[in-house]
Every structure is written in C-alpha cells, then in structure tokens.
C-alpha cells in the first residue's frame, strides 16, 4: 500500500512538472507573438513593402518596353479625318489597338512580376528585432512572397500649340499597380504608378475646343465637331 502511495505521488509530480513545462512553452510562445506581431511585424511589413514596390516598378517598366517594342505609331491609336475644308471633323481613338495594349501591359506585368519574386526577398535579421535603427543590420534572410493583384491603364492626351494652324499631339501611358502582397504573420499592399510618353504627332490645322478639353483618350473614342 505505502508503495503504491509513493509510486501515485511520483506519478503526480511528474505530471505536474510536465505541466509547468507546458505553460511556460505556451507563455513563450506567446510573448513571442504578441512581440513579432506588435512591434517586429510593422517594420518587417515596411521593408518588404519597400522591396516589392522595386520589383513592381521593374516589372512595369519590363511590360511597358514590351509594349514600345511593338512599334505602335500615332496613327497606330488614333484616326484624325478633315473636311473638305481642312478642318478637323473628327478624332477618332482606336479602341481595338487600346485594348490590346492595355491587356499586353497588365499580362506582362503580372507575369514579370511573379518571376521577380521567385527569387525570396532577403530582409536583414535587424528588421525583426522590430527597432528602426536596427532595420538594416545583420545578415539578409531570405522571406517568400505571395503578390497577386491587377495592373490597369490610362491613356491620356495633351495638346500643345506648335505653331500657326499646327498642334502637337502627345499620348502618354499611366500603368498603375496594385498588388496585394501575403507575408508570414500579416498581408500589406502596394500601389504603384508609371508613366511613358507612347506617341506623339504633329496634326495640320485648328483643332476646336471639344478635342482640346478631353483629357482621357478614351474620351476620344468618337469625337465630332
């Protein structure tokens, strides 16, 4: 009986040990949360913002020099037909061309950018620590990325006098990026813009005030005077 005693009261602290052990694991784990998740997450979200950021800007500017090596002319997007006269009767967006470029831009875009990030961002063990000073100290480690998001475009005009009778007609392409970006621990997004001036021609004779106020070439797409 007295063993049986002991062997009960062994039994008993060595499950109460084991649950000691237990709760300081879990309040470890906990505090180790509680730390990443408050004070080292927002730094670790900063710089890896700032690293995919670059990445969406190169993958941009690799889609829009995609785009430029397509040769696309002023004429390309756009159709000026005159009267009889030499006025300008109407300016016409070539919406069909439009499309296809916007639809070239944001699949390459995309497709670029996931390539980019293939390769795992390198943060340097500083930014865990989650102190600002420290956010570029120590060796890089290496943290995959999910992005996924959309890439829209804007082709915009401007018309600048050239003379008498003669007006420069400039198309530029704005490329924005959103990307919705997974890390370990949180999601952040990032929102980046491009712009290149795709084409541009000079066009013979007065332009009327309707062409001259639309901003938008999608405005254009059937513009009479």
């Known amino acids: 009986m007295a063993k049986y005693k002991t ?35 927002p730094l670790l979200v900063e710089t890896t913002q700032a690293q995919v950021k670059v990445y969406a800007n190169k993958a941009m500017n690799i889609a829009i020099t995609e785009a430029m090596n ?21 300016i016409q967006a070539n919406s069909i061309q439009i499309n296809a470029l916007s639809k070239l831009i944001g699949r390459v875009t995309i497709s670029s950018l996931n390539e980019l990030v293939k390769v795992p961002i390198k943060i340097p063990l500083g930014a865990f620590s989650g102190i600002p000073l420290l956010a570029g100290v120590g060796p890089k480690i290496p943290l995959n990325v999910y992005p996924y998001g959309d890439v829209s475009c804007r082709f915009e005009s401007k018309f600048i006098s050239a003379g008498i009778n003669q007006t420069q007609h400039k198309i530029y392409l704005y490329v924005s990026c959103n990307i919705n970006v997974i ?25 009327p005030d309707t062409f001259l106020k639309s901003g938008e070439l999608t405005e254009m797409f059937s513009l009479v005077n």
Not at 70 to 90: E, F, H, R
Not at 190 to 207: H, P, R, Y
Request: charged share 20%.
């Open 7 to 41: 062997i009960t009261a062994i039994s008993f602290r060595k499950r109460k040990r084991i649950a000691k052990i237990l709760l300081v694991f879990f309040l470890i784990v906990l505090l180790l949360y509680l730390y990443i998740s408050k004070l080292a997450t």
């Open 183 to 207: 890390i370990p621990f949180s999601s952040l997004k990032v929102l980046t813009n491009s712009e290149v001036l795709i084409c541009e021609s000079v066009i013979l004779g007065e332009i």
């Open 70 to 90: 397509q040769n696309i002319t002023y004429d390309d997007l756009v159709n000026v037909t005159t009267d009889s006269s030499g006025k300008i009767s109407l």
